[in-house]
């Protein structure tokens, strides 16, 4: 039978941690948005039924409590310049209560542009209004979409163009978190934070293949001095379950977002999802990595040709690693301990089985399937 897991390992060591924004996104923010799978296709019904499913089967408890809302709930503006939605979410205020009652919180999307990437309505000289509009509404999150901003705006104008909207959501005296969505232009991990910004999109958008997914996260290292409580790389949400790549493939794609403390946004149809695909995106052990309260990203420490060996310090002074083998066949990789500065005895533990493995000294081998990963924890 193939191994299907993957590895991290939680070594002691000694590492800073970065200041924390204690009243925003202390931890990665965790949830799901419609995007992925329903694009322009969805309804108030299709949020209410993730926002049900959220609520009722485990996810909740596992951490995920945003429901995002992405493009296409736009309609036009009434006299006043006010927004209001389409005949799709005929009303808004009443499924964000609806959101709400569950125990979750809500997101909503738009652009700094005159319109949205699928040419809805933007927030261009609107942004007052809108983040007044948003409020009412009683929204949590906004994602802001740089789209058709190329049309009014330079790339120099952006650090500019994300503050007006923050400052204008700060004026309505309501929290909301902050997503930035412009692709990683301008090395945005370098400024987001001085804008606001909870979280920044550090890429192009990912798809629901292998080679897209894998390029995205592996292209996250050296940005980790950026990301820390409060500011997160964002390298995209979650394709995991939406049926292109296989079970290995969402393995990797799991663990190494919850290895570079990334938001974890679902990205799948949540009311018909398989046990399966539940099960890597519930399992307590990888989550908790990608929560951990010391908010310090991972970054690679090793790599041999396709294989690589990432590692993440936690709070309690271990470290995760994942092992990850993105190769045409099945390889044994090797953690050596001194990568991770560790030169004793340590006790290595299975994130994805939930079990331990037992004591190694100086290194860890396991056999890794093709675009399968290890997710370890080493103490």
């Excluded at 329903?38 to 409590?65: E, L, P, Q, W």
């Excluded at 950026?226 to 079970?247: R, S």
Aim: negative net charge; contains cysteine; hydrophobic residues 35%.
């Amino acid at each position: 039978m193939k191994s299907r897991f993957a590895i991290v390992f939680i070594v002691a060591s000694a590492c800073s941690v970065m200041a924390a924004d204690p009243t925003s996104a202390a931890t990665p923010p965790m949830g799901w948005n419609s995007w992925n799978h329903f694009a322009c296709k969805v309804t108030a019904d299709d949020v209410r039924a993730a926002a049900d499913a959220i609520a009722s089967n485990g996810m909740k408890d596992a951490g995920y409590i945003y429901v995002n809302i992405d493009d296409c709930w736009q309609g036009d503006r009434d006299e006043q310049g006010r927004i209001r939605p389409n005949a799709k979410f005929p009303d808004m205020k009443g499924l964000v209560d609806y959101i709400h009652s569950k125990g979750l919180k809500a997101g909503i999307y738009s652009s700094p542009g005159p319109k949205t990437c699928a040419r809805y309505e933007g927030s261009y000289q609107h942004e007052e209004q809108d983040a007044q509009q948003y409020a009412e509404w009683g929204f949590d999150y906004l994602k802001y979409d740089w789209c058709s901003a190329e049309k009014v705006y330079q790339h120099s104008d952006m650090i500019a163009v994300y503050k007006k909207m923050h400052d204008a959501l700060a004026r309505t005296g309501r929290p909301i978190v902050f997503s930035l969505c412009q692709y990683g232009y301008e090395r945005v991990w370098r400024w987001g934070a001085s804008v606001g910004g909870n979280l920044w999109r550090t890429t192009e958008d990912i798809n629901d293949h292998y080679d897209r997914m894998s390029v995205i996260g592996f292209d996250q290292d050296g940005l980790e001095s950026f990301a820390g409580p409060g500011h997160w790389n964002d390298p995209d949400m979650l394709e995991v379950g939406n049926g292109g790549m296989n079970h290995d493939e969402y393995i990797t794609h799991m663990s190494l977002w919850v290895l570079l403390a990334a938001p974890l946004l679902a990205g799948n149809d949540l009311s018909k999802m398989s046990q399966e695909t539940l099960d890597i995106l519930t399992n307590k052990d990888a989550v908790a990595v990608d929560q951990d309260a010391k908010g310090q990203q991972g970054r690679r420490v090793a790599q041999e040709g396709p294989l690589e060996v990432w590692a993440k310090p936690l709070a309690d002074g271990s470290v995760a690693v994942g092992l990850f083998n993105r190769g045409e066949s099945v390889n044994p990789i090797t953690v050596n301990f001194k990568d991770l500065g560790i030169r004793k005895q340590v006790q290595v533990r299975d994130l994805w089985q939930h079990k331990s493995l037992g004591s190694f000294d100086g290194s860890f081998t396991v056999q890794v399937p093709r675009h399968g990963a290890a997710l370890l924890k080493v103490q």
